[in-house]
């Protein structure tokens, strides 16, 4: 799995679309830095989702103290993140 | 009126007892609660209680007599100058035989299998009071239970595959069948503003930087602050008595793929307001991830759900076990905000509960 933010923000949003859809929602416009609970476009039970993905596909477990709009409230926010985490970046 | 104290059933195998001892003479007083006697069967001698304060005005057993389980032992009375009931031919039950029933006796008859003439009547009517003392009596009450839910087991007459029940699917069957066997369900619900307490979310949310809207477990939150302040909200019955609980175990509905969990945050008063917020949040991730522990789906004392996903118009939730209150919230798609409640009317009444809505309608004074 490749590891750049351009990789990781392309599976958020591919995720993020899929959520959406489940809810009747389009996503398909939410853009790399919107934040994406005030788009509208999930909602939290949405966001749980995305991050329990989030989680399990980058292998990383997430303390509660980090779930924070600064550190996870958009995509680019999610990658840079990761990439953090990850000693990438 | 004359009150009976009954033979007991002291197992599910024996029919009748022997009676073995006699504490008491006609024209006693007993308490509620006081040994009358004592039966034993080959396994067991129990001892015979009276059900209620008074008088004995009639032994209808013997030391050393064999007694059908269920029939009358002995009748107790307000004043000693009552007149005991005379004894009809059925066992231990007084009253008039053949007596015609009541349409809904008739339709317990019918249920329960029972003939007309068997069921002595404490009136002109039969009435459903008297088959229920009947079959309580004889311990038929039991024995149609047992076959009612053996009904339950019959497979349908139609191909098919029985699949064992998930740990989940076990629990909400225990919810569901506490919800019909022992509560006293009724529901309420109310039309709200949502706008302050969207508001106030939206506020509470920036100024801690919350990564989900906190709009749901502040609700809650106010939930386990109205409980605080009402401990009847926060309480079940036991025998008859309530029970209030000495901590506030607020269950929330989470959805997690096609499971639905009802999770408890123990003791939510402690942790405050951001500590309850955050702490629902951990309860909500680890449910969607399917790592909640066995602890966190047991003891709720109080609920909150939302369908407001789901954007539905109205959701009639089930009371969890040894719960009065489960309050549900939802937003249609027209943007109508309800709040409902589904109580057990034995613990808190329709009063208590639309006043609760009321003050869980707007946020609170923090």
């Known amino acids: 799995m490749q590891l750049t ?31 994406i609970p005030a788009t509208g476009a999930i909602d939290s039970a949405g966001l749980l989702d995305l991050i329990a993905w989030f989680e399990a596909t980058y292998d990383l477990a997430i303390p509660t103290e980090d779930f924070t709009i ?7 926010m999610m990658a840079n993140y990761l990439l953090q985490r990850k000693g990438l970046q | 009126m004359a009150e009976a104290v009954y033979v007991p059933r002291v197992n599910n195998n024996d029919d009748e007892v022997k009676c073995v001892g006699l504490a008491v003479a006609v024209g006693d007083k007993v308490t509620r609660g006081q040994i009358v006697g004592q039966v034993e069967t080959d396994k067991a001698v129990v001892d015979v209680e009276a059900g209620a304060d008074g008088f004995v005005l009639a032994i209808c057993g013997q030391v050393e007599a064999v007694l059908t389980v269920g029939s009358v032992l002995l009748w107790l009375g307000q004043s000693k100058d009552e007149v005991a009931p005379v004894e009809s031919a059925a066992p231990g039950v007084a009253g008039v035989l053949n007596a015609t029933p009541t349409a809904k006796a008739r339709a317990l008859l019918k249920e329960l299998g029972l003939d007309a003439a068997v069921v002595p009547a404490s009136g002109e009517r ?59 369900p009724g529901y309420i619900e109310i039309n709200y503003d949502p706008a302050p307490w969207d508001a106030y979310a939206a506020e509470f949310g920036k100024a801690n930087g919350l990564l989900l809207n906190p709009l749901l477990s502040l609700m809650a939150w106010r939930l386990v602050e109205l409980a ?43 942790l405050g307001q951001l500590g309850f917020v955050n702490a629902m949040v951990d309860l909500q991730r680890r449910a969607a991830a399917h790592k909640l522990l066995p602890q966190e789906l047991q003891g709720t004392t109080i609920g909150f759900s939302s369908m407001a996903r789901w954007k539905v118009s109205r959701h009639v939730p089930i009371l969890s076990p040894q719960t009065a209150l489960m309050v549900a919230h939802t937003v249609d798609s027209a943007g109508v905000a309800v709040l409902g409640a589904t109580y057990d009317h034995r613990v808190i009444n329709g009063a208590d509960v639309a006043s609760t809505l009321r003050k869980l309608s707007k946020p609170g004074n923090k």
């Not at chain 2, 029940?165 to 509560?183: F, I």
């Not at chain 2, 401990?231 to 269950?251: D, F, H, Q, S, W």
């Open chain 1, 5 to 35: 933010s351009e990789a990781v923000i392309a599976a958020i949003k591919a995720k993020v679309v899929e959520i959406a859809e489940a809810m009747g929602c389009d996503a398909s416009d939410v853009g790399p830095d919107e934040i």
């Open chain 1, 70 to 76: 600064d550190n996870l409230g958009s995509m680019t």
């Open chain 2, 126 to 184: 039969l009435s459903v009071a008297d088959i229920e003392r009947f079959v309580a009596s004889s311990g038929k009450i039991q024995k149609a239970a047992a076959q009612r839910g053996q009904a339950n087991d019959v497979v349908p007459d139609v191909a098919g595959e029985l699949k064992p029940l998930k740990g989940e699917e076990r629990g909400m069957l225990a919810t569901v069948l506490w919800h019909r066997d022992e509560a006293v």
């Open chain 2, 228 to 270: 605080c302040a009402s401990p009847r909200l926060n309480a079940t019955i036991v025998g008859t008595k309530r029970y209030e609980y000495a901590e506030v175990n607020l269950g929330s509905t989470v959805q997690a793929g096609d499971v639905l969990y009802l999770a408890a945050v123990r003791n939510a008063a402690r």
